[in-house]
């Protein structure tokens, strides 16, 4: 998908984006974080937004992609106009998928500055989001595809084919998430923190790197193999981006409730 932002006038500009994030401002107003496809992320204020009556109230919820018309100002845009092409509610009826959900919110929200313009990026977060709104799929499978394909396009793609350190593809035996990849025999011991490399595990996330994401559609995959790529992903996101994410913190609450209830 391909969309440049439009001039209409001096300081108006037409873009499409989506809805990351929004803060309250005063009484009636919000302050929107948006992920567009011609300016990059930008945050714009969208006056009265919080009224009832408001035509911007649901083009400024979260998920929510529009066609924005907005104002450049000295420091903030402004939104003028809104078209909603999808609203993705339907996300917020399952808890687990709105987690998930929020979490894909939050990680492109660290991964993209302000200003920085990434249309791969964007384009794959607006097909994963109409993938999470597809209840015959595994929503955590989803997320680690995202995951991979969204750090990877960011500058932060896992080595898997190669040794990290000396380059070898034999005896490849540990995952270091502090170096960004595999370990042979030989360099293993350069990371006492690296943990033993499950194949198929290896195998379906440099699956997901290399492919669109709407291949998640045909995979089955059992439950070791998700357990070990979440405790892979986790690991490696949390030191290359330093950040705690409250929508995980909460996914595994909500998850370990489920887990009780069943025993019970």
């Keep these: 998908m391909t969309y440049i932002g439009v001039i209409i006038m ?30 990059g992320k930008v945050q714009a204020v969208a006056h009265g937004a919080r009224k009832a009556k408001s035509k911007l109230m649901s083009s400024t919820q979260a998920f929510a992609y529009c066609e924005f018309v907005l104002y ?15 609203s993705f509610q339907v996300l917020l009826n399952d808890l687990h998928t709105l987690t998930y959900s929020s979490y894909l919110m ?6 993209i500055l302000e200003g920085e313009e990434n249309i791969e990026l964007f384009s794959l977060l607006l097909k994963t989001l109409y993938l999470m709104t597809e209840g015959n799929l595994d929503k955590e499978l989803i997320v680690r595809a995202f995951e991979l394909k969204a ?9 898997f084919d190669n040794c990290i350190l000396c380059g070898s593809s034999l005896n490849l035996i540990k995952f270091s998430s502090r170096l960004g990849g595999v370990l042979c025999s030989k360099c293993s011991e350069n990371d006492r923190f690296a943990v033993k490399i499950d194949l198929p595990s ?25 357990n070990y790529m979440k405790k892979i992903m986790k690991n490696y996101i949390k030191y290359h981006l330093d950040k705690d994410f409250k929508s995980l913190d909460f996914l595994d609450e909500i998850t370990n409730m489920d887990e009780l209830e069943g025993v019970e």
């Design 10 to 39: 001096p300081n108006l500009i037409k873009t499409r984006g989506i809805v990351l994030k929004h803060t309250y401002l005063g009484e009636a107003d919000k302050i929107i974080t948006l992920f567009t496809d011609s300016l």
């Design 72 to 86: 450049k100002g000295k420091s903030l845009y402004t939104v003028s106009q809104t078209e909603i092409k999808a």
């Design 106 to 111: 939050e990680l492109v929200d660290v991964l």
């Design 151 to 159: 750090i990877s396009q960011s500058g932060y793609m896992p080595q």
């Design 202 to 226: 290896v195998n379906t996330m440099k699956f997901f790197i290399k492919n669109h994401i709407e291949k998640v559609r045909v995979l089955k995959i059992n439950l070791s193999i998700k």
